[in-house]
C-alpha cells in the first residue's frame, strides 16, 4: 500500500528495530533515501547495526517535529510515511523500562529517556481525581474510579514503585484474573500519558501530510481505539476537504495465519491516504 518506488524518499515515522525500514530498503533502490525516527535511542541502536546503510539516515526525536528533523537533512518532500504506533518487544522485554506487569524495576515507561516525566511519577504523584481522568480517557477504564482510589490509599502507607506493585493492585480492584490481564489498560493509560501519545499523533499526522509529495503516501498501524479513532477522523476530514484520496474506507486487519505467527498484530488497523 504505500507504493514504494525505487530512487524514492521514504518516511520511517517509529523505526523501532528496523523492520519496516528493512522491507522499504529493499524496494528503494541504490538512489533511494530512507529517513528513520524514533524517540527511543535504544531503538535507533539496534537499527544503526540492523540496517547500516549509506540510504539510511536513522535520527532520535519525536515523529512530530518531522518538519524540523527533515529540514536538517536538507529534504523537503518524501514519496510516503509509515508510522507503527505499537509498542516495541525490546521496550516491552526490558524490564528496566518499567513497561510491563513483571518489571520489578521502577515504574518508568518514558520512550524518550531523557524526559522528566515518568509512570512512577503520575502513579504516585497525581491527585485521585487526575489519575481517574487518565484511566478513563486513556484506557477506557471501566473501573477507572475504583482503581484511583486504591492508587491513592496505597501510596498513603508506601510508594507503588514496580510494574509489579501496580498490576498487584489493579488485579486486586478486579478480584482476579481474566484472559487479558486487569491491569492492560491501566498500563495503557500511563503509556500514553507519560509520552503524550494522542498529542503526537496528531501532530505528527499533520507533519507527515505537509512533507508528502501530490502522490504521497501516508500509512498508519494503529492498536487501540483512541489511536485509530484519531487516524480515522483525520483522514476522514482531509478527505472530504480535498487534500487526500483514501486507500481504505474500513482499516485492513490481520487474518487468523497472521495472528497466528505473530499473536502481537492482533490488535493491528492499517488505514491509508495519498495526497492529491
Do not use: C
Not at 42 to 51: D, G, N, V, Y
Not at 55 to 79: I, P, T, Y
Not at 87 to 94: A, G, I, N, P, W
Request: aromatic share 6%; glycine share 10%; charged share 30%.
Amino acid at each position: 500500500m504505500l507504493n514504494v518506488r525505487e530512487n524514492g524518499v521514504y518516511i520511517d515515522a517509529t523505526a523501532g528495530l528496523g523492520g519496516h525500514a528493512t522491507g522499504i530498503l529493499s524496494m528503494i533502490g541504490p538512489a533511494g533515501k530512507l529517513v528513520g525516527i524514533d524517540r527511543d535511542e535504544k531503538a535507533l541502536e539496534h537499527s544503526r547495526e540492523k540496517l547500516g546503510n549509506d540510504r539510511v539516515h536513522l535520527m532520535q526525536g519525536s515523529f512530530s517535529e518531522m518538519e524540523d528533523l527533515l529540514s536538517r537533512m536538507n529534504v523537503q518532500k518524501a514519496d510516503g510515511v509509515l508510522f507503527d504506533l505499537g509498542v516495541s518487544m525490546l521496550q516491552l522485554k526490558d524490564y528496566r523500562r518499567g513497561f510491563s506487569f513483571l518489571s520489578e524495576d521502577k515504574l518508568d515507561m518514558r520512550m524518550d529517556t531523557s524526559q522528566d516525566l515518568t509512570a512512577w511519577h503520575v502513579v504516585n504523584r497525581y491527585s485521585e481525581k487526575e489519575l481517574e481522568r487518565i484511566l478513563r480517557e486513556y484506557g477506557e477504564e471501566r473501573f477507572a474510579k475504583r482503581i484511583a482510589k486504591a492508587v491513592v490509599s496505597r501510596r498513603q502507607k508506601s510508594s507503588i514503585n514496580t510494574g509489579t506493585d501496580l498490576a498487584g493492585l489493579v488485579e486486586e480492584v478486579f478480584g482476579g484474573r481474566g484472559r487479558t490481564h486487569p491491569a492492560t489498560k491501566t498500563f495503557q493509560a500511563l503509556r500514553i500519558e507519560v509520552n503524550k501519545e494522542l498529542d503526537e499523533l496528531k501532530k505528527g499526522l499533520s507533519a507527515a501530510l505537509n512533507v508528502l509529495k501530490a502522490g504521497g503516501r501516508m500509512l498508519v498501524i494503529s492498536y487501540h481505539s483512541l489511536e485509530d479513532r484519531i487516524v480515522k477522523n483525520f483522514m476522514r476530514d482531509h478527505a472530504r476537504s480535498g487534500l487526500v484520496r483514501l486507500l481504505t474506507k474500513k482499516p485492513l486487519v490481520p487474518g487468523m495465519n497472521e495472528m497466528r505467527r505473530n499473536p502481537s498484530s492482533r490488535s493491528a488497523k492499517l488505514r491509508g491516504a495519498e495526497k492529491i
